[in-house]
């Protein structure tokens, strides 16, 4: 069955950096429409990247555009999201999701925590 994993969140002041990983598996995820989507406390799922894994083409949201890269590695059936000069709205539970499609996602991960603090 289709699972994803997500790891690589924590704690970190204000213009720092992560590195989110979603460990993929249970699909062909070298042919797949993958994204990263976040959820802040009290609002609702706010898109933030998506990745067509064939391809290589890439999508962002305008508020990570310049900050944030989506990468994958096919043969690690892995998804990456490199986030650099991280703000305190950045703060917010960060979701690795399967699709079809730029714009459909069927299968979710558990989540992992990004928090933006001084």
């Known amino acids: 069955q289709v699972q994803l994993v997500e790891s690589g969140g924590g704690l970190v002041q204000p213009g720092g950096s992560l590195r989110l990983s979603c460990a993929a598996s249970?699909?062909?995820?070298?042919?797949?429409?993958m994204s990263w989507v976040r959820q802040a406390p009290g609002k609702g799922p706010e898109w933030v990247s998506s990745m067509n894994t064939e391809s290589g083409a890439r999508r962002y949201a305008d508020s990570v555009k310049g900050r944030f890269t989506i990468s994958r590695d096919n043969a690690k059936n892995t998804l990456y999201l490199q986030m650099n000069s991280l703000k305190p709205e950045d703060t917010a539970l960060y979701y690795c999701?399967?699709?079809?499609?730029?714009?459909?996602?069927?299968?979710w991960g558990q989540g992992t925590q990004v928090t933006v603090s001084s």
């Open positions: 999701a399967r699709g079809t499609s730029w714009d459909n996602r069927d299968y």
């Open positions: 249970g699909f062909t995820f070298s042919s797949s429409y």
